[in-house]
Structure formats: C-alpha cells, structure tokens
C-alpha cells in the first residue's frame, strides 16, 4: 500500500554533509507521521528525526540538533534529511519510516512502513 525508497546515502568525509531522500507512494500522507531512523552495526535502531506531513513540525534527537534537518516535499511526496557536519558516530544505515497514529514524534513504536535503508559512511 505505502512504500518508502531511500536514497541519497554514500561516503562522506568528517565535516561534509549528505542529503537523503525519502521517496513516498501514494497521495494520502496528510495524517502521516514521517521519520528517518538508523541502526550502526552492532546497535539499536533509533530514531533520529521525525516530522508531521501536514503541518511540518519537527523534532530532533539531541545528537542530531543543529546539524540535521528533516523537511517534505508536498509536491514530490518526498521526506528529507540534510545532513551537515558529519562524524564518524552518524555512519549507519538510515531508514524512512512512516505511521499514521498520533503521539510522540520520536515515539520508538508504531511506525508502520519502511524503507529498505540507504548507507551513510563518514570516513574519519
């Protein structure tokens, strides 16, 4: 019904910056809840931005504040994540995700649909 495709991910050096992009199917997202999430080797998935598609509020883990910002595309159906200043700590996989419940926007639970994931590796 909903699918999620990543993209944008690669090699990066410490202190460059990557944009990933989160391509959405369907024209119903005004409810959805839109988030990007990663998982390093080894460790939890955890979410790290996370935005309402109707009215574009936001929300962002402390480790992440000031240096990523999550935005939508109304037109393209696209969910973004620029990514600036990076360190080694940001490689991970990274993943959209998707829920049309309400609560806590960097709520851990309740994310219905996923992406495949997309790699990001910042080389020190």
């Known amino acids: 019904q909903v699918q999620l495709v990543e993209s944008g991910g690669g090699l990066v050096q410490v202190g460059g910056s990557l944009r990933l992009s989160c391509a959405a199917s369907?024209?119903?997202?005004?409810?959805?809840?839109m988030a990007w999430f990663r998982q390093a080797p080894g460790k939890e998935r955890e979410i790290v931005a996370a935005?309402?598609?109707?009215?574009?509020?936001?929300d962002y883990v402390d480790s992440v504040k000031g240096r990523f910002t999550i935005s939508r595309d109304n037109a393209e159906n696209t969910v973004n994540l620029q990514m600036n200043n990076l360190t080694p700590k940001d490689t991970a996989s990274y993943y959209c995700?998707?829920?049309?419940?309400?609560?806590?926007?960097?709520?851990?639970?309740?994310?219905?649909?996923w992406g495949q994931g997309t790699q990001v590796t910042v080389s020190s």
């Open positions: 995700a998707a829920r049309d419940n309400p609560g806590w926007l960097l709520s851990s639970v309740g994310w219905k649909y």
């Open positions: 369907g024209r119903s997202f005004s409810d959805y809840v």
């Open positions: 935005i309402t598609w109707n009215s574009g509020l936001t």
